[in-house]
């Protein structure tokens, strides 16, 4: 059975968090398909064009690497793409109990797709999009939170 993942999120903007679990997930499945998920109820503060190219960018390198955006439940997003596992990056502790519920109830609406959990390495685990963009909004400097494609277009955005 050819190996496809889901790693699902908003990536709102990409941050060496989620590369760090990218680059650990890559020996562990055939194809991995980084799904930007658009929520309509959020505002993101990038668009879903900018996230694409950035994942594209950073992974133009990696044939096993996929990037696309898609609405509605991500498990059904996972038939769609003939995705049998869905990749969910973990922080703290708060971050499983919330990611298990999500895991649990999408294991009842299709037991064919299981939720994969890894832990972010130690030097990226205070790392979250929703800090970067307040640091960003309020003109502070993210590089060291961002890839170095993400932060060079978004300095040159300041520019």
Not at 46 to 70: A, C, G, H, L, M
Not at 132 to 158: C, H, M, S, W, Y
Request: glycine share 6%; with cysteine; charged share 25%.
């Amino acid at each position: 059975m050819h190996r496809i993942c889901l790693f699902p999120g908003t990536f709102d903007p990409v941050t060496l968090g989620h590369t760090d679990i990218i680059d650990r997930a890559l020996p562990l499945f055939d194809e991995l398909i980084i799904g930007i998920g658009i929520n309509s109820g959020k505002v993101p503060m990038y668009s879903v064009e900018q996230r694409v190219d950035w994942i594209r960018e950073i992974y133009k390198n990696e044939p096993k690497i996929k990037v696309t955006s898609y609405e509605g439940l991500t498990v059904q997003y996972c038939k769609k793409v003939n995705a049998h596992f869905i990749l969910r990056g973990i922080r703290y502790v708060a971050d499983f109990e919330y990611e298990k519920a999500i895991a649990d109830i999408n294991r009842k609406m299709d037991p064919e797709v299981e939720t994969i959990f890894l832990t972010c390495s130690p030097e990226f685990s205070t790392i979250a999009s929703t800090l970067v963009r307040d640091v960003i909004r309020n003109g502070g400097d993210a590089a060291q939170f961002l890839p170095a494609e993400v932060a060079r277009t978004i300095q040159q955005q300041k520019s």
